[in-house]
Every structure is written in C-alpha cells, then in structure tokens.
C-alpha cells in the first residue's frame, strides 16, 4: 500500500507540461517506456499510469495528515481558534499571536505548520455553519435602518474614538452619517432628528439592534419592552420600532454594509478637524456626493440620489424636532455648581438651597429649578471641567465686591462694547471694583442694553463713574402712561361748555354785594357756559 501511496505522490508532483511531455514521446514519436523514462528522469510506474489512464492532469490528496508536532496540541489550537472567533472583528488575534501564545503554553513546533492547521481550521469552520439568507425588498417609505459605528479621528489636534450614527433608507438606500462624542440615549434623539430634517420626512418603521438606549427588555421572538423615552420619541415620528433578533446583523445588513463603506470612504484616512460642527458639516457634503454620482444597487438606470427623490413623496412629513433631553436630578453648591458627567456648570446664585434637575441634551445643558431655567450652557464632553456663566455671580457680587478681581467666574471675563471701556477705566480707581459691581447690578434690573447705551452715554460727556451712568439709566426711564378711566354715565355733560369769559365777568359784577343785584337771565347763562 506503500508503493500505491508512493507512486500517487509523484503522480500528483507532476507538471501538466511534464504530462504533456509523456504522452507526446509515447503517442507521438513512438518511444518506448524505458526511453521516456531516461529522457525526463521519472520511473516506469508513473510513465505507465500516464499511458494508461489517458488523463493529460493529476491531483493527489492525502488521506491523512501527518502532524508530528501540532497533534499533541491540537486540542489547545482548537480552543484557542474558537475563543479568537467568539471576539469582535477588531478584538481578534493574528495567526502570529495565536502562535505566540501556544508556544507560551509549551509549543515547540513552526508558525508554518500553525498558519497550516488555522487556515484549514476557519476552512472547515466556515463550511460547517455558513448561512443562507432572503434578499429583502422594501416599498417606498416602508423602513428606515439605524445603527452605530465608532471611529478614530484628530478633533482640535486630539486623537479621539468617535460614535457614528449610520441612518438608511431601505428603498433608495439614501443614508445619512453623523459624528457624536457618545453613544447615549439624547444622540440617538439628535441624530433622528438631523436625519429626519435632512430627508424632509420619516418612514413608517424603523429597524434597530437591540441597543441599550432603546430595549429594556427582550422576550421571546421578536416581543420588546422599549424604553419610555425612546417610545415617545417613535411616537412623535410616527414611526413603528422593530428590533432585530440577537446576533442576526443580516436583518438590518443594508445598514451594516453602510458603517463598512462609510469607513473606506469617509473616515480612511484619518480625518482631522477643529471640531465636530466642522466634521459633521463636511460629512452631510460627502453623502449627498456619494449618492449623485453612484448608481442605486438595483436599479442601475439612476443614481441613489435620484431614487431618493423618488422616494421622497413616499416619506410621512417631517414633524418638527423631538424634545429629545435625558433628565436627571441635581443638588446645587455653595458655590452655585451643579455636577453633571464628570463636569460642573453654574446656575443663578437664586438656585442655591435647593434641588434642580438637568436637562442634557446632545450639544447643550438646561437646568431648571420650579419649571424656570436658572442655568443654560454648552454641553462640555471633558473630564473635570468647570464651566462658568458670571452673570450667574453678580448678586454675590453685591453683598462681596471684592470677589470681583480675583474670583473664578470673573477670570478672563470680556464684558461688551461700552460696559467693557467702562470696566476698563474703573480698574485704575480705588474703588472701582464697587463701581463696577453697581453696573453689573443695574444689567441684572434695566437690562445689558440700556446700561451699555447709558455707558456709551456717559463716556462721550467724559465721565465713567458708576453715578453718573446709574443717573443716566434713572432720567432714561419712562414712567408708565397713565390708565385711561371710563367717564360714568351720571357724570356726563347735558351740555358741552361754552368758553366765554364775558360771563364771568358779568358774574364779577354782580358778586352778590350790597348795592348789587344779579339778574336772573346772567345766572342762567352762567348755568349753561358750566353745564348744568
């Protein structure tokens, strides 16, 4: 059995053209076999099974594979390949890894027979649990597909991991990409909302994996408990939601194909920018090229962007943006901070004492205390920063001017226009920290406006002093007008009054005195010049 397994050997190491070679030398020039056999240096054995068989190619194959140094490990390659396949596409191991870890464990065998035993491994593997799947197909505004991706880029010169939210029409294939610092529930608002006001309107489902920020719970079969605030946020579009089944990507792969060429296209090689608005804005431009010159993948007659305007009548009309906050509460410091992930932001001096809640949405932070906003700032996305609104410190200021030069609030602190001239020139007076602090105080009651205008006022007679500017903003203060009062019936005229003074110069003379008389006809005419 040797000498078979032998022979099948050298047969399958033959060329085709060594083949060849055989067979013209027999066939055509008429040699005999132990002359083939001098000429090309092969044995007889194969010479004849090369005549006999007829065949012009042979392929050998062993039955089994000698493995003198993987055997005794197969065991811990195995383990070590299935554990590699379990992890995420990025956490995965090379080959060269997977050796360096089986040598760690006592391996004293090549990297060639382990890349050998690996690949024919994944071989096997891939045969034994390959899937097949149904094309999907989708009416025109039947269903969108959302998804999350994370990427590496350079924002204001720090290289940073970034979320990416990939929305897709299903029928057009349309998508729309957007770049977030997290993954949280108020981005998942914001990035529906940018793509619903940049497709002009919403579809009748939407398609998710079961994502955190929208599942809470997941049943049996396609039954999911969502979340409160995501379901409100469906409920304003009027979408339905639809969750995937675990680990079935394939039933959003429109979507997931998407974060695979948004990747090549978009983000290879690594993009830099000064911010996210920038990025963002240059990410919008970069859909809507790519879907104007690229053909729809089924429809090869137009371009994605045609299909998309095709599909667009199609879509529910866009309702206006979703209040999309992720509330929580809050207590205030003393020193009129509240803390909200990892950072602090300040809140009118009026708020201290008493609890409030954070609004945070995805680019801002709105703190509300009895229904009334007492704080509202740009969302920071740091760690241990300290984000100051110094209006919030001026009725401190009042009862503790001297906080004015070297409190944190006030560091750096440019105040507009003439209020800033004026703070300028009080700087070199005794005091003008006090000075300075009753203008601050008079823009708290009058406004920044007219205090600004009395400022300017001041400055152009030539003074700057807080007096004169507090009597400017005093004489520019319009008294209320007077209410209007209804005359009462009652009270009317039965005669409009007729201005003539001669009457009361005939009443003068005729005052009633001794000597005098008044004449009746003088009395009544008086009567009717007052009305009565």
């Given at each position: 059995?040797?000498?078979?397994?032998?022979?099948?050997?050298?047969?399958?190491?033959?060329?085709?053209?060594?083949?060849?070679?055989?067979?013209?030398?027999?066939?055509?020039?008429?040699?005999?076999?132990?002359?083939?056999?001098?000429?090309?240096?092969?044995?007889?054995?194969?010479?004849?099974?090369?005549?006999?068989?007829?065949?012009?190619?042979?392929?050998y194959?062993?039955?089994?594979?000698?493995?003198?140094?993987?055997?005794?490990?197969?065991?811990?390659?195995?383990?070590?390949?299935?554990?590699?396949?379990?992890?995420?596409?990025?956490?995965?191991?090379?080959?060269?890894?997977?050796?360096e870890?089986?040598?760690?464990?006592g391996?004293?065998?090549?990297?060639?027979?382990?890349r050998?035993?690996?690949?024919?491994?994944l071989?096997?593997?891939?045969?034994?649990?390959?899937?097949?799947?149904?094309?999907?197909?989708?009416?025109?505004?039947?269903?969108?597909?959302?998804?999350?991706?994370?990427?590496?880029?350079?924002?204001?010169?720090?290289?940073?991991?970034?979320?990416?939210?990939?929305?897709?029409?299903?029928?057009?294939?349309?998508?729309f990409?957007?770049?977030?610092?997290?993954?949280t529930?108020?981005?998942?608002?914001?990035?529906?909302?940018?793509?619903?006001?940049?497709?002009?309107?919403?579809c009748?489902?939407?398609?998710?994996?079961?994502?955190?920020?929208?599942?809470?719970?997941?049943f049996?079969?396609?039954?999911?408990?969502?979340?409160?605030?995501?379901s409100?946020?469906?409920?304003?579009?009027?979408?339905?939601?639809?969750a995937c089944?675990?680990?079935?990507?394939?039933?959003?792969?429109?979507?997931?194909?998407?974060?695979?060429?948004?990747?090549?296209?978009?983000?290879?090689?690594?993009?830099?920018?000064?911010?996210?608005?920038?990025?963002?804005?240059?990410l919008?431009?970069?859909?809507?090229?790519?879907?104007?010159?690229?053909?729809?993948?089924?429809?090869?007659s137009?371009?994605?962007?045609?299909?998309?305007?095709?599909e667009?009548?199609?879509?529910?009309?866009?309702?206006?943006?979703?209040?999309?906050?992720?509330?929580?509460?809050?207590?205030?410091?003393?020193?009129?901070?509240?803390?909200?992930?990892?950072?602090?932001?300040?809140?009118?001096?009026?708020?201290?004492?008493?609890?409030?809640?954070?609004?945070?949405?995805?680019?801002?932070?709105?703190?509300?205390?009895?229904?009334e906003?007492?704080?509202?700032?740009?969302?920071?996305?740091?760690?241990?920063?300290?984000?100051?609104?110094?209006?919030?410190?001026?009725?401190?200021?009042?009862?503790?001017?001297?906080?004015?030069?070297?409190?944190?609030?006030?560091?750096?602190?440019?105040?507009?226009?003439?209020?800033g001239?004026?703070?300028?020139?009080?700087?070199?007076?005794?005091?003008?920290?006090?000075?300075m602090?009753?203008?601050l105080?008079?823009?708290?009651?009058?406004?920044?406006?007219?205090v600004?205008?009395?400022?300017?006022?001041?400055?152009?007679?030539?003074?700057?002093s807080?007096?004169?500017?507090?009597?400017?903003?005093?004489?520019q203060?319009?008294?209320?007008?007077?209410?209007?009062?209804?005359?009462?019936?009652?009270?009317?005229?039965?005669?409009?009054?007729?201005a003539?003074?001669?009457?009361?110069?005939?009443?003068?003379?005729?005052?009633?005195?001794?000597?005098?008389?008044?004449?009746?006809?003088?009395?009544?005419?008086?009567?009717?010049?007052?009305?009565?």
């Open positions: 059995m040797s000498g078979f397994r032998n022979m099948g050997a050298e047969i399958g190491m033959l060329v085709v053209e060594t083949i060849a070679k055989i067979r013209r030398a027999y066939f055509a020039q008429g040699l005999g076999i132990k002359a083939i056999c001098r000429e090309l240096g092969v044995s007889r054995k194969v010479v004849r099974k090369v005549i006999r068989s007829g065949a012009s190619e042979f392929h194959e062993r039955e089994a594979q000698p493995l003198p140094k993987i055997g005794p490990w197969r065991a811990a390659l195995d383990g070590l390949l299935e554990g590699n396949a379990g992890k995420a596409a990025r956490e995965r191991l090379t080959l060269i890894r997977l050796y870890e089986l040598k760690e464990l391996y004293a065998g090549g990297y060639d027979a382990v050998r035993y690996a690949r024919r491994w071989k096997e593997r891939g045969r034994a649990t390959a899937d097949a799947f149904v094309p999907l197909s989708f009416a025109p505004g039947e269903a969108f597909q959302f998804d999350w991706s994370h990427e590496i880029v350079v924002i204001a010169g720090a290289t940073t991991t970034i979320k990416v939210a990939h929305v897709r029409l299903c029928h057009s294939r349309m998508f990409v957007r770049a977030y610092p997290r993954e529930q108020e981005m998942v608002f914001d990035a529906h909302e940018k793509a619903f006001a940049f497709f002009r309107g919403t009748r489902r939407g398609i998710y994996d079961n994502m955190r920020t929208a599942v809470d719970a997941v049996a079969g396609k039954e999911r408990k969502f979340n409160r605030r995501f409100q946020m469906c409920g304003h579009y009027l979408f339905e939601p639809t089944t675990p680990a079935a990507g394939w039933e959003k792969g429109q979507v997931e194909n998407q974060v695979g060429l948004a990747r090549e296209r978009f983000f290879t090689p690594r993009l830099k920018f000064k911010s996210f608005d920038d990025m963002n804005a240059w919008l431009d970069k859909c809507v090229a790519y879907a104007r010159v690229h053909p729809h993948p089924e429809d090869k137009r371009t994605v962007w045609e299909a998309f305007e095709a667009r009548p199609s879509l529910a009309p866009h309702r206006g943006p979703f209040d999309g906050f992720h509330a929580m509460p809050a207590s205030v410091s003393k020193t009129c901070l509240v803390r909200f992930d990892t950072n602090k932001y300040s809140v009118s001096a009026g708020a201290v004492g008493r609890p409030v809640e954070i609004f945070a949405y995805a680019d801002r932070i709105i703190i509300k205390q009895d229904g906003i007492v704080g509202e700032h740009r969302r920071r996305f740091g760690r241990g920063q300290t984000i100051y609104n110094p209006w919030h410190y001026v009725p401190v200021l009042v009862r503790k001017p001297g906080a004015m030069r070297n409190g944190a609030p006030f560091k750096d602190w440019t105040l507009p226009g003439a209020l001239r004026v703070q300028a020139k009080l700087a070199g007076v005794g005091d003008g920290d006090r000075q602090v009753d203008l105080a008079a823009v708290l009651s009058d406004g920044l406006v007219a600004e205008a009395a400022c300017a006022e001041a400055l152009l007679a030539g003074a700057f807080s007096d004169v500017v507090l009597n400017i903003l005093t004489r203060r319009q008294p209320e007008p007077p209410r209007n009062i209804m005359t009462p019936d009652a009270l009317r005229l039965r005669a409009p009054p007729i003539d003074c001669s009457l009361y110069d005939a009443l003068r003379r005729n005052d009633g005195t001794p000597g005098h008389s008044r004449p009746d006809g003088d009395a009544e005419a008086l009567r009717h010049a007052v009305g009565f």
